[in-house]
C-alpha cells in the first residue's frame, strides 16, 4: 500500500459528460501529480501541485483542469469528454527532490 | 521520437533466472532515475531510484546508470513468478520539478 487514495476506482460515463477524480496524497506529502496512462501513450504527466499551488503543467487539455485543497486532498477535473479520454488516471505524491509514490488510478471508460 | 525508449517485450524467462530490462534516454539533462513495477490493474510501485552513474543494489534488484551512454538497467536475480509485472523505467529533471517522464514499460512473464 502506497499510502495514496484515489477514488472512484472506476467512472463510467458518456461524451459530453464531466467527472471528477480525488486523490489523497501520503501523509506528509506536499506535492501531488496527475498522470494519464493508456495503451497508446504511455504514462504522461498532466499537472503538479505543491501546498495548493500549480507548480508544474505538462501535456494536459483545456478542458482538464486540477485543483489542491487545504487538506492537500487533489481533484482533476475532466469536462466535455471525449472517447479518446477513455484512460486510467493516476495520482502521485512525494516530497521535492524525492521519488513519487503513486496510487491505484481511477479507471474512466467513455461510452 | 520518444525522450525514453524501452522494449515493449514481452520478455518471457523461467524462475530463477535473471531477468534484465533497459532504457535508453535522449535528454542528457535528466538528473535522476527510477524503475517502477504495476502489476496488472495496480498503480506504479518504486522498486530503485538513483541519481548517480553506476550500480545500486537492493536484494535480488539492481539498477545501473550510464549516463554517458544514457543507458539505464534493472537486474532481477532469482526471479519468481511474482515478479511477473509490467516494469517502467522514468527520470526527471531537477530544474522541471519532479515531472517525470516514462518508458512505455516492459512487460515480464516469469514462468514456474
Known amino acids: 500500500d502506497s499510502g495514496v487514495t484515489q477514488t472512484p476506482k472506476h467512472l463510467i460515463t458518456a461524451t459530453g459528460q464531466r467527472v471528477t477524480l480525488r486523490c489523497s496524497p501520503r501523509s506528509g506529502d506536499l506535492s501531488v501529480y496527475w498522470y494519464q496512462q493508456s495503451l497508446d501513450q504511455g504514462l504522461q504527466f498532466l499537472i503538479q501541485?505543491?501546498?495548493?499551488?500549480?507548480?508544474a503543467k505538462g501535456n494536459i487539455l483545456e478542458r482538464f483542469s486540477a485543483q489542491q485543497f487545504p487538506d492537500l486532498h487533489s481533484e482533476l477535473n475532466l469536462s466535455s469528454l471525449e472517447l479518446g479520454d477513455s484512460a486510467l488516471y493516476f495520482c502521485a505524491s512525494g516530497q521535492v527532490g524525492q521519488p513519487q509514490h503513486f496510487g491505484d488510478g481511477t479507471r474512466l471508460s467513455i461510452l | 521520437q520518444k525522450e525514453v525508449e524501452q522494449d515493449p517485450g514481452p520478455l518471457s524467462v523461467p524462475e530463477g533466472a535473471i531477468v534484465s530490462l533497459n532504457c535508453t534516454y535522449s535528454?542528457?539533462?535528466?538528473?535522476?532515475f527510477m524503475w517502477y513495477r504495476q502489476y496488472s490493474r495496480k498503480g506504479p510501485e518504486l522498486l530503485m531510484y538513483?541519481?548517480?552513474?553506476g550500480n545500486k543494489e537492493d536484494g535480488r534488484f539492481t539498477a545501473q546508470v550510464d549516463k554517458s551512454s544514457k543507458y539505464i538497467s534493472l537486474f532481477i536475480r532469482d526471479s519468481q513468478p511474482s515478479d511477473s509485472a509490467t516494469y517502467l523505467c522514468a527520470m526527471n529533471l531537477k530544474a522541471a520539478g519532479n515531472k517525470l517522464t516514462f518508458g512505455g514499460g516492459t512487460r515480464v512473464l516469469v514462468k514456474p
Open positions: 535528454n542528457s539533462a535528466f538528473q535522476y
Open positions: 538513483t541519481y548517480s552513474s
Open positions: 501541485y505543491y501546498n495548493g499551488e500549480e507548480r
